[in-house]
C-alpha cells in the first residue's frame, strides 16, 4: 500500500475528460443505458447537432435521467441539457452533474488553486470512510 497522501491534480483528476465521466463514475442499477450510447450517438449524428459550437447550443431532453449517462452523453456533446427523473436520487445526481458546469471559485478562501493547495496540506485522517470507500492510491482501487 502506497503511504503517500493523494494530491488532488487537476488535470489528472478531471473526470470530464476521461471515460470516467461516461463509464465509472455512476451509479449502477437496473435499466441503466450505458450499452445505448453508442447508438444515441449515431441517432444524435443524424440529427446535424453534434458537437454543435453555436452560441445557443441545441436542447437534449432526457425524461427518465435515472444516473444521468445519457445526460452526460449529450453535454459532452455541446447540448444544453433538461433532465428529469421520478426518483429522488436521480435529481440530486443530476442537479450535482448538470448544474455545476464550471469548478467552484472559492473567492473567499483566496481562489480555487489556494483552496486546493489547502486541503492537500491537510494531515491524513484514516477512519472508517479512508479504510473503506476511498482507494488506496490513484491506481488501485
Given at each position: 500500500?502506497?503511504?503517500?497522501p493523494?494530491?488532488?491534480?487537476k ?11 461516461l ?23 443524424i ?16 425524461f427518465?435521467?435515472?444516473?444521468g ?9 455541446g ?15 443530476n ?5 455545476c ?8 478562501l483566496g ?16 477512519g472508517?470512510?479512508t ?6 492510491n490513484?491506481?488501485v482501487?
Amino acid at each position: 500500500m502506497n503511504s503517500e497522501p493523494s494530491v488532488y491534480h487537476k488535470r489528472r483528476h478531471a473526470a470530464r475528460t476521461t471515460d470516467e465521466y461516461l463509464f465509472h463514475q455512476l451509479v449502477p442499477y437496473l435499466g441503466n443505458k450505458r450499452r445505448l450510447l453508442h447508438l444515441i450517438l449515431e441517432a444524435l449524428e443524424i440529427t446535424g447537432t453534434l458537437n454543435s459550437k453555436k452560441k445557443n447550443p441545441p436542447i437534449f431532453a432526457d425524461f427518465f435521467a435515472g444516473s444521468g449517462v445519457v445526460s452526460r452523453l449529450a453535454r459532452q456533446n455541446g447540448y444544453r441539457v433538461i433532465a428529469n427523473d421520478w426518483e429522488p436520487y436521480s435529481h440530486a445526481l443530476n442537479h450535482a452533474i448538470l448544474a455545476c458546469v464550471d469548478a467552484p471559485a472559492f473567492k473567499e478562501l483566496g481562489g480555487y488553486q489556494k483552496a486546493i493547495d489547502y486541503l492537500n496540506r491537510l494531515p491524513e485522517v484514516k477512519g472508517w470512510v479512508t479504510h473503506n470507500l476511498c482507494p488506496r492510491n490513484d491506481d488501485v482501487y
